[in-house]
């Protein structure tokens, strides 16, 4: 299989270019040259098939030519190593649990995928492979779990000082080995610039060896809509399912849009974000404005640029009546989330994070209009992920820390402290 460029459809290159360089040189994303569809052999069957069995067969549709079928089974297996339940609140709302992997939010599917296909893909390459990663506070977490001790391979990720929480802080920092994390002294679009920076300088990307582990990377998108299809395989046969997505990024929506592409019969998708809602606005009038991203408690979803946009207009052939046909977009404030996660402990005793509840919320009113529908929420993190907005809204002593997030506690940080200077930066990559 050959990728493009959404800039350039001449731009063409194999699975390995693609996943290694993750962007292509002329700033569009990359896009398979086929999208695949899984036939009949497979919806056959597919309800009676196993979470790994599902990935098994949509990684093969996509990356199947170019890796064999053992080694892509072994990616999987590694990948998909923890279950998606679906949870059933009342008639029609259900939230699907993405948040049983190693750092509890959805993001550990790609980055486990991305980690193993990218080790599959340089195996046998003598020189060593540099992942470098600006986070503002879940994908580090993801990536530094998903690449440690991975041979062959070493993770440099930047995090804006002050701006993760003390959990996501050490989950970037206390692994050690082949992890090492830069306390940046600025934001996140100064931990970006810097990374950009790296890139930019071919002759520095080159003798390092960089690769790119951002939620751009088609590696992170494919295996997400593994649990799409196993989602609707929990509901009852013949229920077609609306999903409802928290997004920033949206990465987690346009990989709802290729397991639609893949066969998988869904009802509609409802794009739900906090008060950086360029999508919404755009699918409401046609105009898109990015903007610099304003902060809210889903600080995972502050995202004023989504970096999937351009993908999601391809998807669509660029028609804004296409898109807005198959996604409705909805937007929450803070206030509002914060009810939502009230009420939903007080209907149905559960705990939701601030991500989910936005996507809950918007569930609630896209069922009141479409009576009958049965929604299903995508819940993109474990709420103690976000203990100090749970804590205000439900109490004191409102969660049950998983084991895998209390034992960071105890863990030492280790962190290099830099200035947001790209000298500075360089100097210390080259010394490495
Ligand atoms: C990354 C993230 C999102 C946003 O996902 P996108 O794919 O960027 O739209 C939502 N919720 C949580 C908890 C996340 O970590």
Not at 63 to 79: K, M, Q, S
Not at 94 to 106: C, V
Not at 387 to 413: F, N, S, T, W, Y
Request: with cysteine; hydrophobic share 45%.
């Amino acid at each position: 299989m050959l990728y493009h460029s959404t800039n350039n459809p001449a731009h063409r290159v194999d699975l390995k270019e693609a996943i290694l360089r993750s962007l292509p040189p002329d700033n569009g994303l990359y896009m398979p040259d086929v999208l695949p569809t899984l036939g009949e052999d497979f919806w056959n069957d597919w309800r009676d098939r196993s979470f790994q069995d599902i990935g098994f067969a949509v990684a093969k549709a996509f990356f199947g030519e170019d890796v064999p079928d053992d080694a892509l089974r072994e990616i999987v297996a590694g990948t998909v190593s923890f279950d998606a339940p679906l949870v059933t609140l009342g008639p029609g709302d259900h939230i699907l649990e993405l948040f049983h992997g190693p750092t509890l939010a959805f993001k550990d599917f790609g980055a486990r995928f991305m980690a193993r296909l990218m080790a599959w893909l340089t195996r046998g390459d003598d020189r060593e492979l540099t992942v470098l990663v600006a986070t503002s506070g879940d994908t580090g977490g993801a990536v530094a779990s998903a690449f440690h001790n991975v041979p062959g391979t070493r993770v440099i990720i930047l995090y804006p000082q002050g701006k993760v929480s003390g959990l996501q802080e050490k989950q970037l920092t206390a692994l050690g080995g082949n992890i090492t994390a830069l306390e940046i002294q600025g934001s996140f679009d100064d931990c970006q610039a810097l990374v950009k920076s790296a890139f930019l300088d071919r002759e520095l990307a080159e003798r390092l060896n960089l690769t790119s582990a951002n939620s751009i990377n088609l590696a992170r998108l494919v295996p997400q809509s593994f649990y799409y299809i196993h989602a609707a395989r929990q509901l009852p046969e013949g229920v077609k399912p609306t999903f409802v997505i928290p997004s920033g990024n949206f990465g987690n929506l346009t990989a709802g849009l290729l397991a639609v592409q893949l066969g998988l019969p869904v009802d509609q998708f409802v794009a739900a974000t906090n008060l950086n809602d360029v999508v919404p606005e755009y699918l409401r009038l046609g105009q898109y404005t990015p903007r610099p991203s304003v902060a809210t408690i889903s600080n995972a979803m502050d995202v004023g640029a989504p970096s999937n946009f351009v993908r999601m207009q391809a998807l669509f052939g660029g028609s804004w009546e296409a898109m807005k046909n198959r996604i409705s977009g909805f937007a929450v404030d803070d206030d509002q989330t914060r009810a939502a996660i009230r009420t939903v402990k007080a209907l149905h005793d559960y705990a939701i994070d601030p991500h989910g509840a936005i996507g809950w919320l918007a569930a609630q009113k896209w069922r009141a209009n479409h009576p009958g529908s049965a929604t299903v929420t995508l819940e993109t993190a474990h709420p103690a992920k976000f203990l100090d907005v749970m804590e205000a809204e439900l109490g004191h002593d409102c969660l049950a820390i998983p084991q895998r997030l209390a034992v960071l506690a105890g863990r030492q940080k280790v962190a290099t402290l830099l200035p947001a200077d790209k000298a500075v930066f360089r100097d210390w990559l080259c010394s490495m």
